[in-house]
């Protein structure tokens, strides 16, 4: 009986010392799961930090990005609008060009059919009209007459008495017609006056000496620009002077 009890005590003690080392070991491996599971859980803090820097800086790229493009896009507008403003430079120093070279040439010569020449190439050339005629004031100053057309037929507008129809307001009155893009036929046009676009009174010394009838423009061209109401002030002065000086000049050597 003695033997047996000492046994059991001894078996007892193992199990004890055994289930007292089993502990001890759970709980070491406890302990560093603990650790590691700290561990984990900083790393996964730094990790959610890293996230949201870059989350940050990639917000802050984008919009500079955006500022960028809108930089680029204003760049390019100014460029465009310079762009316009050069081309529009360029046409404006043609226009000055043209108006220069038109008034040289009707200045530089007192040959009545030169002259009369000259403005149909200005009006045909520079306005954009194939279709016109060059009226005078006739002694009484009752009528014009017809001294050179170019894409009209001449007979219909051989003589035109003053106030008859628009080209005859404009030799009675001395103010420029321009018909409006709006305008219908009728409103004071006579039947061969349907295709009229401008009548420019001819005065010298502000009196009126003639007109120029432009009837239908070009089919290139949409209807009048700046440069050719220049063009129009233009053939009221310089042309009417180079027209009277001519006719003087015949008047002269009959």
Same mark, same amino acid.
């Given at each position: 009986?003695?033997?047996?009890?000492?046994?059991?005590? !001894?078996?007892?003690?193992?199990?004890?010392?055994? =289930?007292? *080392?089993? #502990?001890?070991?759970? +709980?070491?491996?406890? $302990?560093? @799961?603990?650790?590691?599971?700290?561990?984990?859980?900083?790393?996964?803090?730094?990790?959610?930090?890293?996230?949201?820097?870059?989350?940050?800086?990639?917000?802050?790229?984008?919009?500079?990005?955006?500022?960028?493009?809108?930089?680029?896009?204003?760049?390019?507008?100014?460029?465009?609008?310079?762009?316009?403003?050069?081309?529009?430079?360029?046409?404006?120093?043609?226009?000055?060009?043209?108006?220069?070279?038109?008034?040289?040439?009707?200045?530089? !010569?007192?040959?009545?059919?030169?002259?009369?020449? =000259?403005? *149909?190439? #200005?009006?045909?050339? +520079?306005?954009?009209? $194939?279709? @016109?005629?060059?009226?005078?004031?006739?002694?009484?100053?009752?009528?014009?007459?017809?001294?050179?057309?170019?894409?009209?037929?001449?007979?219909?507008?051989?003589?035109?008495?003053?106030?008859?129809?628009?080209?005859?307001?404009?030799?009675?009155?001395?103010?420029?017609?321009?018909?409006?893009?709006?305008?219908?036929?009728?409103?004071?046009?006579?039947?061969?006056?349907?295709?009229?676009?401008?009548?420019?009174?001819?005065?010298?010394?502000?009196?009126?000496?003639?007109?120029?009838?432009?009837?239908?423009?070009? *089919?290139?061209?949409?209807?009048?620009?700046?440069?050719?109401?220049? @063009?129009?002030?233009?053939?009221?002065?310089?042309?009417?002077?180079?027209?009277?000086?001519?006719?003087?000049?015949?008047?002269?050597?009959?």
């Amino acid at each position: 009986m003695g033997k047996d009890t000492a046994d059991r005590e !001894t078996y007892v003690q193992r199990v004890r010392e055994g =289930t007292r *080392q089993y #502990i001890q070991e759970l +709980l070491t491996e406890n $302990e560093k @799961l603990r650790l590691f599971v700290a561990t984990i859980e900083g790393e996964k803090v730094r990790l959610e930090e890293q996230v949201l820097l870059l989350r940050e800086e990639l917000d802050s790229h984008q919009s500079q990005a955006a500022e960028l493009q809108d930089q680029l896009a204003h760049i390019e507008e100014e460029n465009q609008r310079f762009s316009e403003k050069y081309v529009e430079v360029e046409q404006h120093n043609a226009n000055l060009a043209n108006l220069y070279v038109a008034s040289y040439r009707l200045h530089s !010569t007192l040959n009545r059919q030169e002259v009369l020449d =000259t403005i *149909q190439e #200005i009006i045909i050339n +520079l306005i954009g009209s $194939e279709e @016109l005629g060059i009226f005078e004031l006739q002694p009484g100053h009752t009528s014009m007459e017809l001294v050179s057309s170019f894409g009209i037929e001449p007979d219909r507008y051989r003589h035109i008495p003053l106030g008859a129809g628009l080209i005859g307001k404009v030799g009675q009155t001395g103010e420029t017609y321009l018909r409006e893009p709006t305008q219908q036929n009728g409103n004071g046009l006579t039947a061969d006056e349907h295709h009229l676009t401008s009548c420019i009174p001819l005065k010298v010394d502000g009196r009126v000496t003639g007109a120029i009838a432009i009837f239908r423009l070009l *089919q290139q061209k949409n209807g009048l620009q700046e440069v050719d109401y220049e @063009l129009f002030h233009l053939l009221a002065t310089h042309a009417a002077t180079a027209l009277f000086c001519s006719r003087v000049l015949v008047g002269a050597n009959l």
